[in-house]
């Protein structure tokens, strides 16, 4: 366990797809499980990943460009997955979180063939009912009917080892959805996660006319006082020169 081994483990992450987030998160993780080395079992006398920096070019975009957009897009729609299709519609579409997505139960999902609208919020507890655009329901609709999920499972995303998708399982569908690019598509995505589709929806949104109260409230962005958490959701916004220029 030494500082060189740690930096070559989390630069292979990186050449695998992951995102800055999760590579952050992994050393964090390396960090504490050495601490418990060095101080309860004594067996290593120094914390390989002090001082140790992640290094990257830019960070990973908030905002999609229309490229990318138009890259993620084609990708899902050339995808046969209905339940892949849905997820990635539930968080471009409707900007939830993979914790929304992972921990959405099937009371909670109210689609019809017309309407429909959710119950999320699994992180911290943040519920909140948020109607779906037609963008978002239509593949949720189709995936329910036809996407063969565990019908025993009182989870609305299934996987073939468990009776829930977890949060891990959306980010490697993520992954390996954009590992079907071209070399010139993966230039345009490489460094995108799926919380950026959150983002990018709540750019979008507030291009659309959206005030921050409202997509603070769509996107769960609260205080512990119930109020909007309009500091959260300015960061997940940026106005525009067309919007200033307007």
């Not at 914390?47 to 890259?71: H, M, W």
Request: net charge positive; aromatic share 10%.
């Amino acid at each position: 366990m030494t500082q060189t081994s740690v930096e070559l483990y989390l630069s292979s992450l990186k050449d695998q797809g992951y995102s800055l987030s999760h590579r952050t998160r992994v050393k964090s993780v390396i960090n504490h499980f050495c601490q418990w080395l060095i101080e309860d079992k004594e067996v290593l006398r120094r914390n390989p990943t002090r001082g140790l920096e992640i290094k990257v070019q830019q960070l990973a975009p908030r905002i999609l460009s229309p490229d990318q957009r138009f890259v993620l897009r084609t990708l899902v729609e050339k995808e046969g997955d209905l339940r892949g299709k849905a997820i990635f519609a539930l968080g471009y579409w409707a900007g939830c979180r993979v914790s929304d997505i992972a921990h959405l139960r099937m009371e909670h999902a109210h689609i019809g063939p017309k309407i429909g609208w959710l119950h999320v919020g699994h992180k911290g507890e943040k519920f909140r009912d948020i109607d779906l655009l037609n963008e978002a329901r239509r593949p949720l609709y189709d995936y329910l009917r036809h996407g063969g999920r565990d019908q025993s499972s009182p989870y609305v995303f299934t996987s073939q080892r468990n009776d829930q998708l977890t949060e891990a399982g959306i980010h490697h569908w993520f992954r390996l959805l954009k590992r079907q690019a071209n070399r010139e598509q993966w230039d345009l995505i490489a460094d995108l996660s799926f919380h950026d589709l959150r983002h990018d929806f709540a750019h979008r949104a507030r291009e659309a006319g959206w005030t921050l109260e409202e997509i603070a409230y769509y996107l769960g962005h609260v205080t512990v006082k119930g109020t909007p958490a309009i500091q959260t959701t300015a960061r997940y916004t940026q106005v525009s020169r067309a919007q200033v220029k307007e």
